[in-house]
């Protein structure tokens, strides 16, 4: 049971913060694994939807809330689910990017160790008046104009992902028109309105949201034990965490395998274990053939 840094707020305009999340199954890992495209934010909202048991006074939580969570949100989850799942340590090798270095960094640390910062102020909108010094181009909105805006979630991570990974620029037009609702006397604004605004509007607006979202951390720094120098090494939450889940796609089926050879279970009733579950039987086993191969 946890809380969230931001929180959902439903139709009614209640917030809802406190989670309950059960651990990963076989059957989980195994989406993980199957996934033709293994780290989009599809598949977060697929795991989110079936892992989070209770988000306040919802129980269960559809896929449409889970989509609707604030970022940093899915991806506090997400380490919360890492920790259900693996433990609270990670253990990463980087190499080290001065040029007249290049050895291999061990990095090692905890994940209650990963900075977390709470909502400024929480609200389902947030509005904010440009400063006189950030005019459009074309007068759409000029200084002094108030604009309405949500901040941005998994829906906007789903539907963009794609356009940023070829324009970065439209991209970030596209989750603007997504996110704000009220540009002037513009409610909503279209496309080409905020495509408009000049680029100190734009950074305005941009940067508030920043201000007022929840943030989780995803850089990490590391000494190199070689040259002495830090290193800042970025950690994507969402790559990270599905990336490792899918790293063990064959020692799952093999677990599979060895529990329904010995204990003659279905597929069926083993994938609904835990990993730690399927894990203290294997250990349960490998002691007892010990056993018996010893002849004690």
């Known amino acids: 049971m946890g809380s ?3 929180g959902y707020w439903d139709a009614t305009g209640r917030l809802h913060r406190e989670f309950e999340l059960a651990a990963l199954t076989g059957r989980e890992e195994e989406l993980l694994v199957q996934a033709r495209q293994p780290q989009t934010a599809t598949l977060v909202t697929e795991v989110l939807s079936r892992c989070v048991r209770r988000l306040g006074d919802i ?14 949100d899915r991806h506090y989850l997400l380490l919360q689910l890492r920790r259900a799942t693996f ?9 080290c990017p001065w040029p007249d270095c290049g050895e291999r960094v061990s990095l090692d640390f905890s994940l209650a160790e990963v900075p977390v910062e709470e909502a400024r102020h929480r609200a389902p909108v947030h509005t904010m008046t440009l400063s006189a010094a950030a005019p459009s181009g074309s ?24 356009q940023l990974a070829h324009n ?4 970030l037009t596209l989750l603007l028109t997504r996110c704000v609702q009220r540009l002037g006397s513009y409610e909503p604004p279209e496309e080409r309105q905020l495509a408009e605004l000049s680029a100190s509007a734009r950074s305005e607006i941009e940067e ?14 590391a000494a190199c034990a070689e040259c002495g120098r830090t290193i800042v090494a970025p950690f ?9 889940l899918r790293t063990d796609g064959e020692l799952l089926y093999r677990e599979v395998h060895y529990l329904a050879y010995h204990y003659h279970w279905s597929e069926h009733e083993i994938m609904e274990f835990t990993r730690d579950k399927r894990r203290k039987y294997i250990d349960v086993l490998a002691d007892t053939i010990e056993v018996l191969n010893s002849g004690a």
């Open 208 to 221: 508030r949201m920043q201000q007022l979202a929840p943030k989780v951390e995803q850089t990490m720094e």
């Open 59 to 72: 129980s269960p939580v559809p896929s449409e809330v889970a989509r609707q969570l604030l970022v940093a």
């Open 139 to 162: 007068g759409t909105a000029a200084g002094g104009c108030q604009v309405s805006f949500r901040l941005p979630n998994g829906a906007d991570q789903e539907e963009l992902s794609e």
């Open 4 to 6: 969230l840094p931001g």
């Open 168 to 171: 970065e620029a439209r991209a």
């Open 236 to 244: 994507d939450i969402q790559r990270f965490f599905l990336g490792e």
């Open 87 to 95: 433990g609270d340590l990670v253990h990463a090798n980087l190499i």
